[in-house]
C-alpha cells in the first residue's frame, strides 16, 4: 500500500503490520513461558510479553522505586516490575482480593527470587488503597474495569506530582466512563494508546498512560 500526502508519494508500508511485529516480542525466561501458558491453559488476563515489558521500561526508564500494582493474578507483571526497580533497591506492593491467587502469587515471586522485593496484600483494592499513606512512583492498575472510576480519587491522591499511572484494558466498554473522566481532570495528562498487543489479553486494546499533575 502507498500513502499519498498532499500529492506527494510517501513510502511503502509493510505489507500485514499485524503479523510483521509478531517477529519482535521480546523472549523471556523459562518462568514467565511457564505463567504464560499457564494463563493461556486457565484464561487468566495477564499482560503479557508486549505490555511487561513497556511496564519494565517505563519503571526503569523513570526510576520508579515505589510501586503499586492492583490486581496481581499469578504475579507475571509483578515480576517485570519488581526486576526493572530491583537495581535501585525498589520495592512493588501489588494487591489482590483472590485467595487463591495470592497463593500461587507468593509462590511465583519465591521462584523468581524477588519474595524480598514485593509485598503482595489480598483484599479489594480500593479498601487497600483507603489504608495507605505512603507515596508511590508508579501505579500499574489491572483490575475489573468497573472498578477504575472509583479507585482514581485514591491514585490521585497515593501518586507522586510527576508520577506515572497505567492502566490496562481501556478499549473495553467498562472503562468508558473511566476514559472520559480521566481525561477531563485537571489532575492528570492522560494519554490513550490503541495498540496491538501480541499474546496480550485481548490482543487489540487501548492503554491509557496518565502523568500525575
Ligand atoms: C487482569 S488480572 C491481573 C493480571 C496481572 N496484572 C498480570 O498481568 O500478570 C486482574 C486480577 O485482579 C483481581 N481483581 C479484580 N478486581 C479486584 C479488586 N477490586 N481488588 C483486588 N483485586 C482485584 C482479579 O482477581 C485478577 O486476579
Not at 511485529?21 to 484464561?43: I, K, N, T
Not at 483472590?98 to 509485598?119: C, P, T, W, Y
Not at 480500593?126 to 499513606?133: H, K, L, N, P, V
Not at 472520559?180 to 495528562?189: D, K, Y
Request: proline residues 4%; charged residues 25%.
Amino acid at each position: 500500500m502507498v500513502g499519498h500526502f498532499e500529492g506527494v508519494e510517501m513510502s511503502k508500508m509493510i505489507s500485514d503490520l499485524e503479523g510483521y511485529f509478531r517477529q519482535f516480542v521480546p523472549s523471556r525466561d523459562s518462568l514467565l513461558l511457564e505463567l504464560e501458558e499457564e494463563a493461556r491453559q486457565e484464561g487468566i488476563p495477564i499482560v503479557g510479553p508486549v505490555v511487561a515489558e513497556l511496564l519494565y521500561m517505563l519503571v526503569r526508564a523513570s526510576h520508579a522505586g515505589q510501586i503499586l500494582e492492583l490486581g496481581t493474578a499469578t504475579g507475571y507483571s509483578a515480576i517485570y516490575m519488581a526486576r526493572a526497580c530491583h537495581e535501585f533497591n525498589g520495592r512493588v506492593i501489588t494487591v489482590e482480593n483472590d485467595s487463591g491467587m495470592v497463593n500461587r502469587a507468593r509462590a511465583n515471586f519465591e521462584k523468581a527470587g524477588l519474595a524480598d522485593h514485593i509485598q503482595i496484600r489480598a483484599g479489594d483494592a480500593m479498601e487497600q488503597m483507603a489504608e495507605m499513606s505512603e507515596p508511590f512512583d508508579f501505579i500499574f492498575m489491572d483490575i475489573d474495569k468497573e472498578g477504575y472510576v472509583g479507585i482514581l480519587p485514591y491514585c490521585t491522591r497515593l501518586l507522586k506530582s510527576g508520577g506515572l499511572l497505567v492502566i490496562d484494558n481501556v478499549g473495553f466498554s467498562a472503562a468508558e466512563d473511566f476514559n472520559r473522566v480521566i481525561s477531563n481532570s485537571p489532575q492528570w495528562r492522560t494519554l490513550h494508546l490503541l495498540s496491538l498487543l501480541p499474546l496480550h489479553s485481548p490482543e487489540k486494546d487501548g492503554l491509557c498512560l496518565a502523568l500525575r499533575a
